[in-house]
């Protein structure tokens, strides 16, 4: 079956310092891939997504690469604020009927 | 504004109770999820449908129900059957069913 393996939280970086989640996935066929962003007490909120091999899905100073041939879709940004703040969660769907399967999500802190 | 609300916020029921959760979204969105959030994990499927008067059972449909009578509308009936039901649970929409799926804030159930 489906599924997502993303890193371990918390991750804790001070203001400024790069972001790096790294996501792994298994899959048949050529899903979809996505990451949403949980905010405390919220919904998601969807950040990013790649539909294709070499997509680089990009927002808010977030990008992540769908690369096929290590089955990963790892999210960075270069400079995190204070209000970066939030759980990740990476996920993917296939075509057959949309349905999403997520990862465990990442906690990331980010302190001034 | 266009959106998912979910009510209300927080729900408190005591045992033995059976509680409905409210989803409306004026999207226009053919397909509805919900979704099941334990801490510091990711959220599962409980229940979906892609079209009104349709819906299907997910990875964790026992102990709970849904109806479509309305596209706008999808409640959750948390029923005594569900075991352990204190949970954040959070509702989604998509265009059709293999279209994006944007969530509503949530709606925390607590059992005492």
């Known amino acids: 079956g489906n599924s997502v393996t993303q890193m371990e939280g918390p991750v804790t970086l001070s203001e400024e310092a790069f972001l790096t989640i790294n996501c792994t996935y298994t899959?048949?066929?050529?899903?979809?891939l996505f990451w949403y962003v949980q905010y405390p007490g919220e919904g998601l909120q969807l950040l990013l997504k790649?539909?294709?091999?070499?997509d680089k899905g990009s927002n808010k100073g977030f990008e992540a690469t769908y690369r096929k041939e290590t089955t990963s879709f790892h999210l960075e940004k270069g400079s995190v604020q204070v209000s970066d703040s939030a759980v990740y969660f990476c996920?993917?769907?296939?075509?057959?009927?949309?349905?999403?399967?997520f990862g465990a999500g990442t906690q990331v802190v980010v302190t001034p | 504004d266009g959106g998912i609300t979910q009510s209300p916020k927080y729900l408190f029921r005591k045992e033995g109770q059976n509680v409905t959760l409210s989803c409306e979204q004026n999207?226009?969105?053919?397909?509805m999820y919900w979704y099941r959030q334990d801490p510091g994990q990711g959220l599962r499927l409980i229940y979906y449908?892609?079209?009104?008067?349709?819906?299907q059972k997910g990875d964790i449909a026992e102990g709970y129900s849904v109806s479509r009578e309305k596209k706008e509308s999808f409640p959750l009936t948390v029923t005594s059957a569900q075991k352990n039901p204190t949970a954040f649970y959070l509702c989604?929409?998509?265009?059709?069913?293999?279209?994006?799926?944007?969530f509503g804030p949530g709606t925390r159930l607590t059992v005492l």
């Open positions: 989604a929409s998509s265009l059709n069913r293999v279209d994006t799926q944007y």
């Open positions: 899959a048949t066929g050529y899903p979809s």
């Open positions: 790649a539909t294709k091999a070499d």
């Open positions: 996920a993917l769907s296939t075509d057959s009927w949309g349905k999403l399967q």
């Open positions: 999207l226009n969105h053919d397909a």
């Open positions: 449908s892609q079209i009104v008067n349709d819906f």
